[in-house]
């Protein structure tokens, strides 16, 4: 088995880019995934782990065989020094793999009969995509949409703040003319939770496809959400400020449809 203990290992520093820059995540179509659960999710998510790197101190080559890799998957041993490069996490198993990313558009949704989607425009913050990634698998929903993307799905941020969730729903990326037309060509209402022209959240029917769109919290949403919306909708507040962290936002609105369609 290859075995790699150096830092200024040239594969080694072109994980360290892979990590750092979307450009070369574009480019090579790949990233990085660092965790036995975030790794497990993303097979069972049909991810193509192309390598495995794995630090014998804290995973051994026997508990390698757990995870359900390909036969072609490469399995590469390092060195602590190596592997603390390469992680974010001390808690992260001692595991990390370089998976192949996937195609993130609006045509290879494959939705049911009553989809219920979440859309979140232009969101800015890596950590509020994951919150709002494990949101959306709590729920347990058809499929997040993120309208406008200001970093790409692969972040390690990302990955790391889904903690999985990443790979356990189906995910696509789009501007929002281009998700708009998508929802009114699936007949999918749209609900905008935004201040003006509201009503309160809990008085709609959710029961049919529905759509759920939040904004960033700065700014909220643009205004060609609220013309296109079917309805806007307001979470009530009762404290001395008007917003909330965009995926507690979001938990409520696709909580209240999954109670209206009995969970």
């Not at 150096?6 to 995540?25: G, T």
Request: proline fraction near 4%; hydrophobic fraction near 40%; charge should be neutral.
């Amino acid at each position: 088995m290859k075995q790699i203990t150096s830092i200024q290992n040239p594969y080694i520093k072109s994980l360290v880019q892979l990590q750092e820059k979307a450009k070369v995540r574009k480019q090579t179509g790949t990233f990085l995934i660092e965790g036995k659960r975030e790794i497990e999710l993303a097979i069972k998510g049909n991810y193509e782990i192309e390598t495995v790197l794995f630090y014998p101190e804290l995973i051994s080559e026997k508990e390698l065989h757990n995870f359900i890799f390909s036969s072609k998957t490469e399995k590469i041993e390092i060195s602590k020094e190596v592997y603390q490069k390469l992680a974010y996490r001390d808690s992260t198993e001692g595991i990390l793999a370089i998976a192949k990313t996937k195609p993130l558009q609006l045509s290879n949704l494959k939705l049911s009969q009553n989809p219920l989607i979440l859309v979140a425009e232009a969101p800015e913050k890596p950590g509020n995509i994951g919150a709002l990634l494990r949101t959306a698998d709590a729920a347990n929903i058809d499929a997040v949409i993120i309208a406008n993307p200001k970093s790409d799905m692969y972040n390690p941020n990302i990955v790391r703040s889904s903690v999985g969730c990443l790979f356990t729903r189906q995910i696509a990326t789009a501007t929002s003319e281009e998700t708009i037309a998508f929802l009114k060509e699936n007949n999918i209402a749209i609900y905008c939770a935004t201040l003006q022209d509201s009503t309160q959240y809990h008085s709609q029917n959710y029961t049919t496809p529905t759509a759920m769109i939040v904004g960033t919290e700065a700014t909220g949403l643009t205004e060609i959400w609220r013309k296109n919306s079917n309805q806007n909708i307001i979470i009530p507040m009762q404290g001395e400020i008007d917003s909330m962290n965009v995926s507690v936002a979001a938990a409520i609105l696709l909580f209240e449809a999954k109670r209206q369609r009995g969970f």
